[in-house]
């Protein structure tokens, strides 16, 4: 029997409010196109797959591949990708992921580490580690489980406090060219921050960043004086030569879909990095061209 008109309705105005204008402003076509690659796999390009965001954590592979390409074009053949925060994984499990696409289309080699205490959040020192979100104990990881999962990945862990202190010399990891932040509190993400007073042959010059404590709703909060923002800004006031910034426009550059993760991206500038001047840009003409 067909359906009464008025419950077709229904069904379709559920339907365009559940699709249509769910979380992101995405026009429809993107929504479809982004099915029908998840489905069938029908964009092929990598850049395009991140572009659209049809595949799973595209921050995170977004940052990877442009990092990989800044450090082909600076002469380097490997570099280092870091998850501050893992919890139960899903993250650093699709940073491996996104690790091996990134090889195959670059052919620089990407290693990869996870930060955790391995036994959930730490205490909250004060108000600004936003203890009305997180407490101790939360996001408590099954190291077993996890180590089974990951193929190369390196789990380091500790309060990342005491593991970060001599990390680079024991380690000697190819210069870090991401780095995703999720320790959530600001005491935690200040401990973290200051990877990037590490000796400039452990880093690339432009480090690109995720901060995934920054956009939320009014129960959230987020704001410049407590959390990431608070431990971002302070950094900055306390450091000439490095600045974290986040990178205008990136939402509307390549013909990409905006999404929300493209305010989340910043990028460590390291202005006494040797190789922070050297050009790397493709655009060296731009001629007048025929009447
Ligand atoms: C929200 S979870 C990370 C989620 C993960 N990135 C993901 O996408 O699935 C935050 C993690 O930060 C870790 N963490 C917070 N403060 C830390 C610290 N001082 N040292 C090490 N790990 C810390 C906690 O153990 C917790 O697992």
């Known amino acids: 029997m067909p359906l ?15 699709k249509l204008f769910s979380q992101d402003p995405i026009p429809a ?46 002469g380097h053949s490997r570099i280092s990708c870091i998850e501050f925060g893992v919890a139960g994984g899903a993250g650093l499990v699709a940073m491996e992921r996104h690790a091996e696409a990134t090889r195959a289309e ?6 990869v580490f996870g930060f955790d205490t391995g036994k959930g959040m730490p205490a909250p020192e004060d108000y600004r580690d936003m203890p009305y979100l997180w407490q101790a104990g939360y996001f408590a990881m099954d190291v077993p489980k996890l180590r089974a999962r990951l193929k ?42 200051k990877i990037f007073e590490t000796n400039h042959r452990y880093l690339l010059p432009r480090v690109a960043c995720y901060f995934d404590d920054m956009v939320g709703d009014i129960d ?3 704001n410049d004086f407590t959390g990431e923002l608070l431990a971002v800004k302070e950094f900055n006031a306390q450091h000439k030569d490095i ?21 989340q991206i910043f990028v460590a ?14 655009l060296t003409q731009l001629p007048l061209g025929a009447d």
């Not at 964009?43 to 940052?63: M, S």
């Not at 670059?106 to 290693?111: A, C, N, P, Q």
């Open 269 to 282: 500038h390291l202005f006494t990095h040797p190789d922070y001047g050297k050009p790397i840009s493709e």
């Open 106 to 111: 670059t052919g620089v080699e990407v290693v």
């Open 29 to 74: 076509r993107y929504l479809i196109l982004r099915a029908l690659d998840r489905r069938f796999g029908i964009v092929k390009a990598y850049q395009r797959k991140l572009d659209y965001g049809t595949i799973e954590r595209a921050n995170y592979g977004h940052c990877m591949l442009q990092s990989a390409m800044l450090a082909r074009k600076l």
């Open 152 to 193: 190369s990945a390196r789990l380091v862990l500790g309060d990342v406090t005491e593991t970060l202190r001599n990390f680079a010399e024991q380690e000697n990891p190819p210069p870090i060219g991401f780095i995703a932040f999720d320790l959530d509190y600001y005491s935690s993400t200040v401990a973290a921050l």
């Open 4 to 18: 009464p008109l008025n419950k077709l309705a229904r069904r379709v105005r559920g339907l365009l409010q559940r």
């Open 243 to 263: 600045k974290i910034a986040p990178v205008s426009g990136l939402r509307f550059s390549n013909r990409r879909i905006p999404q929300i993760w493209h305010e």
């Open 220 to 222: 959230w909060a987020y």
